[in-house]
């Protein structure tokens, strides 16, 4: 998919640029010379190291695989074994996924963090020990230098040990925690608000943010279903009602987790696993509703194809949660059961299908766009394959 170069958008120019002046000066600047200051440093900076398109392709390529395998990690955790197989296939073959990664964006990369934040964490919740709860941390803080949205996915998280009770007797780590988390982003934001500048944003009109609710309800039902582009603009009322709904069926009610077949390993089944989905279930929850708020008061990039890309890093936790309220053969008569095991199994390979079509047909489009040239030494944009 990379093979014909990486595409760019005009937030691309930025991080390309940045990591271009850093490299010369050791200033992150924008193209009109100015301070950078739109989006978080730490894509640009990666950038100024694996420069150029091989260098992207590493960068982008190992967090790939770092999401990949830290969500089936994760997935073999939570799921019953016979829906766990499923999980890295599904991820593998995301269109969501895929796409940013060919465009010199920073969604893959934050991907990556959410990934090792999610599992760190878990792994803390369950085995108490402070190595996981730094490596989270670590991971926290990185995700709002990758991007601003890190903060809405670190809200979402600790809603998620809040509410799920996860937090008790863990308070005075997890304050900590959280204040090593927010720390660096609060003074990036500080310093690009304040210091570099005022940023230029058009006028704000909070309900504007009422016409993207249809464009992620779109979206998550696409990652689903197949769906015609043009079909966001021809029912926008569905896609709208579909997002809370969908939202909704999602949530890991207690039925979900009754198992009548044969038993879960230990550390999945019962209480503890399903506090777990809770929590990614809040996180994907609060990240969506934050992004919402913030296209309405920044008046950000709409539509359906924006809204993926900054939905990407959510990809694993909703395919995580729609198996595991995925219907369980074993709860029916028994004369039902096979019947219903084989359905349900089509319905997966029916899903499974319609990722890698519409991956192909992706990519295949993906490699047909014009490679985005990358400055040289002298500040000349450079063709480079």
């Known amino acids: 998919m990379t093979a014909t170069g990486f595409g760019g958008t005009s937030d691309s120019v930025y991080y390309q640029w940045a990591a271009h002046t850093w490299r010369e000066s050791g200033q992150l600047l924008a193209p009109d010379g100015r301070p950078y200051r739109y989006w978080g440093p730490l894509y640009p900076l990666l950038l100024a190291w694996f420069y150029g398109p091989a260098g992207v392709r590493v960068l982008h390529g190992a967090a790939l695989l770092s999401y990949l395998g830290l969500w089936t990690r994760i997935g073999e955790r939570l799921l019953p074994a ?16 895929l796409v940013p990664a060919k465009y010199v964006w920073s969604e893959t990369v934050f991907g990556a963090l959410g990934a090792v934040y999610f599992w760190a964490l878990l792994n803390w919740t369950r085995q108490k020990q402070l190595g996981w709860l730094w490596v989270a941390t670590a991971a926290g803080f990185l995700l709002p230098l990758q991007r601003t949205a890190g903060l809405f996915l670190l809200a979402g998280a600790w809603a998620g040990l809040v ?15 959280a204040v090593g988390c927010v720390i660096g982003g609060l003074a990036w ?5 304040v210091l570099a500048g005022p940023k230029l944003y058009q006028a704000t009109r909070p309900w504007d943010a009422l016409g993207s609710v249809a464009d992620y309800g779109f979206v998550l039902v696409r990652w689903l279903l197949p769906l015609g582009a043009s079909w966001r603009d021809a029912l926008p009322g569905l896609w709208a009602v579909a997002l809370p709904v969908l939202l909704a069926c999602l949530f890991p009610y207690k039925k979900a987790e009754k198992q009548v ?12 696993a399903r506090a777990e989905l809770r929590m990614l279930w809040w996180a994907v929850l609060v990240n969506i509703a934050a992004l919402l708020l913030a296209t309405g008061a920044l008046r950000a990039a709409t539509g359906p194809h924006n809204a993926e890309r900054y939905c ?50 992706n990519a295949l489009q993906l490699r047909a766009r014009p490679a985005m040239p990358w400055p040289d030494a002298t500040g000349q944009g450079r063709l480079v394959k």
């Open 163 to 177: 509410l799920t009770g996860q937090w008790q007797g863990k308070w005075r780590p997890l304050l900590l925690h």
């Open 82 to 97: 016979g829906r766990r197989g499923w999980l890295p296939w599904l991820l593998a073959l995301s269109a969501a996924l």
């Open 261 to 272: 077949g044969a038993p879960l390993p230990a550390e999945t089944g019962g209480a503890r």
């Open 189 to 193: 934001n500080y310093y690009a608000e």
């Open 312 to 361: 990407a890093a959510l990809v694993g936790p909703v395919v995580l949660l729609v198996l595991a309220r995925w219907p369980n053969a074993a709860e029916l008569p028994s004369r039902y059961e096979k019947s219903f095991r084989w359905l349900g199994r089509s319905v997966l390979a029916v899903w499974l299908a319609y990722s890698a079509v519409r991956a192909g047909h």
